[in-house]
Structures are given as C-alpha cells and as structure tokens.
Antibody, heavy 120, light 108 residues
Framework: QVQLVESGGGVVQPGRSLRLSCAVS????????MHWFRQTPGKGLEWVAV????????YYADSVRGRFTISRDNSKNRVYLQMNSLRADDTALYFC?????????????WGQGTLVSVSS | SYVLTQPPSVSVAPGQTARITCGGN??????VHWYQQKPGPAPVLVVY???DRPSGIPERFSGSNSENTATLTISRVEAGDEADYYC???????????FGGGTKLTVL
C-alpha cells in the first residue's frame, strides 16, 4: 500500500535552517510529482511546494518562495524540503503528499506529518 | 490571488444530508478537490475533479461544481463523518494550490 513517512522536524531558532525528508513506498515514485503542505495547529491547510515527477519543474507558495527549496532523489524514493531563514510563522505540521492531476494538481495520498517549531 | 470561501461550520443530524459549499470566482471552470481531516492528523481525499471518488470512499460522498459554487454532499450522515472538510483547486494563472478555510462538520 502507499506509504509516506516524513522526518526531520524539530525545534529550531528563527533564522536557522532545517531539512525535512519524506520516504515513500507502495508506488513508482519516479512517475509522480510530490507536494509539501503544512498546517498550523488549530488552523487550516496550506500548500507549500510541488515538484514534477522528474524534478524538471517546481512551484512554491508566495509565503516560502526564495526561502524553501523542494528536491527529490528518485533513486532513494525520497522528497526533501530545505527550509532556510525560518520564521516563527513557519511553525507547523508539515505533510508530504503524492501529487495527482485531474484538471489541476492535488494530493491523493498524504503522510502523517512532521512537526516544525521555530522559536528562540 | 484566487480565494475560496467555505462556511466555518455545518451541523446536521445523523441520517440527514450535509452540504458543504466552496465559493470562488467562476470556480465552475476549475477542478475542485475535497479533503476530510479528522484528528489523526493526515487529510484524506474524499472527492477529486469535482465529483469523482477515490477507491474506498463511500458513495455517500459526492461533489458538484457550477458557476461560482462547488458543493460536497454527504448523504445519510454518520457520527464518523464528523471532521473538518477542505476544498482545494489549482490556480493555473499563478501555478499555486489554493485551499478554502475549512468547514467543521458537526453531527448532532
């Protein structure tokens, strides 16, 4: 079955960096795009970034563009989120999700998330 | 940027029909996807491309989309349907994913 497992979250000071990882199994990773989403505790879902199946293209939310970078290693079945210049408002539960397309991109399978807390 | 508007809450008695709306400018021209999120915490896709259901999602869940409103309909509501529901589109003008603010469904 499809499984996505995020890791790499933790407590980090403002201005520092953190790298999240998402390990996937149960499908042909190299055939699918991948998303990162996030959710502040008690609030709604927010999309962060998406990368095409072959890494040829990527898009970002305005709130993270220029600070976050999505990447993937198809040989390891992993997608990453490099987060630089972290701010307090980046504190959230971060999810990776498999990207599917039907008239537009969406996430059809999601991981359980990894928690990032940005605090001094 | 494109905005999706959902009611904060919807309440329905067991066995009745719940309708959760998602408003957006000419949303009928876009494909709308719906997620269910219970404490758990991963969201689950319940409807994609306006009205299609992923495998394993009960037929009680259906969707429609026309003009400026998309609707998720849950028939014969059960206690287990109590959750937050989010609509989502891909805004191709800006190449970004957009979510509605979410609707909390309460089963009375």
């Amino acid at each position: 079955q499809v499984q996505l497992v995020e890791s790499g979250g933790g407590v980090v000071q403002p201005g520092r960096s953190l790298r999240l990882s998402c390990a996937v199994s149960g499908f042909t990773f190299g055939s699918y795009g991948m998303h990162w989403f996030r959710q502040t505790p008690g609030k709604g879902l927010e999309w962060v970034a998406v990368m095409w199946y072959d890494g040829s293209d990527e898009y970002y939310a305005d709130s993270v563009r220029g600070r976050f970078t999505i990447s993937r290693d198809n040989s390891k079945n992993r997608v990453y989120l490099q987060m630089n210049s972290l701010r307090a408002d980046d504190t959230a539960l971060y999810f990776c999700a498999r990207a599917a397309y039907a008239g537009g991109w969406y996430g059809d399978y999601w991981g359980q998330g990894t928690l990032v807390s940005v605090s001094s | 940027s494109y905005v999706l508007t959902q009611p904060p809450s919807v309440s329905v008695a067991p066995g009745q029909t719940a309708r959760i709306t998602c408003g957006g400018n000419n949303i009928g021209s876009k494909s709308v996807h719906w997620y269910q999120q219970k404490p758990g915490p991963a969201p689950v896709l319940v409807v994609y491309d306006d009205s299609d259901r992923p495998s394993g999602i009960p037929e009680r869940f259906s969707g429609s989309n026309s003009e400026n409103t998309a609707t998720l309909t849950i028939s014969r509501v059960e206690a287990g349907d109590e959750a937050d529901y989010y609509c989502q589109v891909w805004d191709s003008r800006s190449d970004v994913v957009v979510f509605g603010g979410g609707t909390k469904l309460t089963v009375l």
